[in-house]
């Protein structure tokens, strides 16, 4: 069936450092690629998003990229600092009918000061 | 304030006992959806609906059921709850087309 693939599940940076998680999909229809992120006993909260028509897109420090081909995408978090410390989820979307959207299983990251 | 709520926040129940966690959005969103989070799994669909008296099926239906009779409220059934769905379940909306979901506070569910 569909799904998302995402690594590390978990990452540890040094503050300052840079963060990458990747995500993968198996479904080419998905045109839609948020990612969430989520501080201990909180709501998931979208951080950025991506859809199919373009391969980058930049938020200060945080980046996604997106390779469809290759049904990839990341996130790039520069200049880690421990308020980033959360899990992360990335998700594919796409809209047939409905609006079925698949989460990956996420990625706890610690930044360390 | 924009906000989507869920009811109750914390609930534990025994098997068997029919419940409702109730959603609710005030963004006039069209798209609302709902999730369980378990531990290594991420999030998981379980009904979204597109607009009133339109849902569907996400990838973990079993067990639940939904409605949409109003525009504004997308509450969750579980007939007869069983401890495997023991889980914190959120609440989501969004704008009709695949886009941003604002999720409400979760409800975490115990099912003995």
């Known amino acids: 069936g569909e799904n998302v693939e995402q690594h590390p599940s978990t990452l540890s940076v040094q503050e300052g450092d840079s963060a990458v998680i990747k995500c993968t999909y198996s479904?080419?229809?998905?045109?839609?690629f948020p990612w969430y992120k989520q501080e201990l006993g909180k709501r998931p909260q979208l951080i950025i998003d991506?859809?199919?028509?373009?391969g980058e897109k930049k938020d200060q420090r945080i980046a996604v990229t997106l390779n469809k081909t290759a049904k990839h995408f990341s996130l790039h978090i520069t200049e880690t600092q421990p308020e980033d410390s959360a899990v992360y989820f990335c998700?594919?979307?796409?809209?047939?009918?409905?609006?079925?959207?698949?989460f990956g299983a996420g990625t706890r990251l610690f930044v360390k000061a | 304030e924009a906000q989507v709520t869920q009811n109750p926040r914390y609930l534990i129940t025994v098997t068997g006992k029919k419940l409702t966690v109730t959603c609710s959005q005030n963004?006039?969103?069209?798209?609302m959806s709902w999730y369980r989070q378990d531990p290594g799994l991420g999030l998981r669909q379980i009904y979204y609906?597109?607009?009133?008296?339109?849902?569907d099926k996400g990838d973990v239906p079993e067990g639940y059921k939904v409605s949409r009779k109003e525009k504004r409220n997308f509450p969750l059934i579980l007939e007869s709850p069983s401890p495997n769905q023991t889980s914190l379940y959120f609440c989501?909306?969004?704008?009709?087309?695949?886009?941003?979901?604002?999720f409400g506070p979760g409800t975490r569910l115990t099912v003995t």
């Open positions: 609906s597109m607009n009133v008296e339109v849902t």
């Open positions: 989501a909306s969004s704008l009709g087309e695949p886009h941003e979901q604002y």
């Open positions: 963004m006039n969103h069209e798209y």
């Open positions: 998700a594919a979307s796409k809209r047939t009918g409905g609006f079925k959207t698949i």
């Open positions: 479904d080419s229809a998905s045109n839609y």
């Open positions: 991506i859809r199919s028509n373009v």
